[in-house]
């Protein structure tokens, strides 16, 4: 089992930064390809970024590149997700995820199951 665990949401004013991170115990983190995502009303959870196992791949969902940045540090289990130049429309929580053996493009199709999930961090932003 590996268990995820989100920190770093909060709330903070449109054109603002916010990082979140994610860590992970457990299990080794590193086999394990992390995702970032959300989930507005209605709709389907969205990967807006992944990371590979080795850091080397990534992945972003439109709405975000540009903007965000996935980051990991395997020696500290953790993964991060450095948000620059927040929007409203980025308000949502966000989930940390993991799949082993995954690459950044896999972890973005939506419907890809994930092997574990965080239980998510808050993130508002307000206009």
């Known amino acids: 089992q590996v268990q995820l665990v989100e920190s770093g949401g909060g709330l903070v004013q449109a054109g603002a930064s916010l990082r979140v991170a994610c860590t992970a115990s457990g299990r080794t983190f590193s086999p394990y390809a992390m995702g970032w995502f959300r989930q507005a009303p209605g709709k389907e959870r969205e990967c807006v970024a992944a990371?590979?196992?080795?850091?080397?791949?990534?992945y972003y969902a439109d709405s975000v590149k540009g903007r965000f940045s996935i980051s990991r540090d395997n020696a500290q289990n953790t993964v991060y997700l450095q948000m620059n130049s927040l929007k409203p429309e980025d308000t949502d929580v966000y989930y940390c995820?993991?799949?082993?053996?995954?690459?950044?493009?896999?972890?973005?199709?939506?419907?890809?199951?994930?092997?574990?999930w965080g239980k998510g961090t808050l993130v508002t932003v307000s206009a």
């Open positions: 990371i590979s196992a080795s850091g080397g791949d990534t």
């Open positions: 995820a993991a799949r082993r053996l995954a690459t950044a493009q896999t972890m973005g199709v939506t419907g890809t199951r994930m092997d574990y």
